[in-house]
């Protein structure tokens, strides 16, 4: 039985998201001797390095200054999909963020500045007919970016809606040609200890990894991303390169992506590893099926706080609800 408790660290609690909560008391009494520690002592880093109370949306522009993609910003709008609901506000967006590399609350903007985000590859390998490594800027370059802007929903119930910029997964999966008998494709997070504080906390199964069946992948809504709100993706939010499926609960999108691998078996994401009860493969947006622990009929947007409906398939059906049409028997939430 999972249980809720407050690690060691001593976040308050709001700010502790559902889905770490899924840690058991053994794991939970491993963090006080060893992560604690840790994660003050890469916090005092951060503070001498950049110092305190700088503006996101200024660090933001720095780093876009020297991004070596960035001319090919601001990228076209595709005007297909379309919002019922207002973008959320840039800063909340930008500050309000998952990527449990940096720690397991919401307030990891600055810790993620660390992120050294070029040099950076990107391997391609598994059941490829040429498996490779390239350089990310070639990657972003081979493809033309695009504009899309989508509606986004953590399983934890925020949601918000977002600028996303970048080119459709179809067009590197047809790139690098899979082999006959390859179903999936998975996503690995980098993983360095060094950069990152989450990494000592050695109950996780990291690297951070997700995956979806090579349809999902073709689906014209699945987007490799590079941009947000019209510029490079800032380090908290997955630069230089992540993944984008709207109709999925967030956990299910991985952020700075280093490797991509095709196969024949079903992958066991990061949080199915960890709870398998509460986190599963298909992870489609739902309302009538709620989390072992909450609801998920409502979602509450960023910024604003407004209460809306969760849309099955969060809004995407006509894009998507004809892939799962032989899987009624599965679960198709989380
Ligand atoms: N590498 C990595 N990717 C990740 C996560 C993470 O902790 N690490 N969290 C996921 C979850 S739970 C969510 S809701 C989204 C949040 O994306 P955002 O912070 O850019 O809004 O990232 C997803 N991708
Ligand atoms: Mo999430």
């Not at 069946?213 to 941009?227: C, K, W």
């Not at 499926?245 to 994401?269: A, L």
């Not at 809306?308 to 894009?319: S, V």
Request: hydrophobic fraction near 40%.
């Amino acid at each position: 039985m999972p249980i809720r408790r407050r690690p060691g660290w001593d976040l308050p609690a709001h700010t502790l998201s559902p889905e770490a909560a899924v840690l058991d008391r053994r794991r939970v009494l491993a963090t006080t001797a060893i992560g604690a520690g840790a994660i003050a002592a890469g916090a005092l880093g951060l503070r001498a390095a950049f110092g305190q109370g700088r503006d996101p949306i200024g660090w933001w522009e720095a780093q876009v200054g020297n991004d070596p993609t960035r001319d090919l910003y601001p990228a076209a709008r595709v005007e297909t999909y379309t919002l019922d609901r207002p973008l959320t506000d840039t800063r909340e967006t930008i500050t309000y963020n998952n990527f449990y590399e940096f720690g397991s609350h919401k307030g990891i903007w600055q810790a993620a500045q660390r992120l050294p985000t070029r040099p950076w590859t990107v391997t391609i390998d598994g059941m490829v007919a040429t498996p490779r490594t390239i350089d990310v800027d070639a990657l972003i370059r081979r493809f033309p970016l695009q504009e899309r802007t989508y509606r986004f929903r953590c399983v934890e119930a925020w949601a918000m809606a977002v600028p996303w910029v970048g080119f459709p997964l179809a067009d590197l999966v047809r790139w690098v040609e899979p082999l006959g008998g390859a179903r999936y494709l998975v996503f690995e997070t980098f993983q360095d200890a060094t950069v990152a504080p989450g990494f000592r906390q050695s109950w996780y199964p990291w690297p951070y990894r997700d995956g979806l069946t090579i349809d999902e992948a073709m689906n014209e809504l699945s987007l490799m991303v590079t941009g947000v709100y019209g510029k490079p993706l800032p380090p908290q939010m997955g630069s230089p390169v992540r993944v984008i499926t709207p109709w999925k609960y967030g956990f299910k999108q991985p952020k700075s992506i280093v490797r991509i691998s095709f196969t024949d078996r079903r992958p066991v994401s990061f949080w199915e590893t960890l709870q398998a009860r509460e986190y599963g493969f298909w992870a489609n947006v739902n309302p009538e099926v709620p989390h072992p622990r909450w609801s998920q009929a409502t979602e509450r947007m960023l910024g604003t706080g407004e209460r809306r409906p969760t849309l099955i398939w969060n809004g995407y059906g006509e894009y998507v609800a004809q892939l799962y049409d032989g899987l009624k028997g599965e679960r198709l939430f989380a």
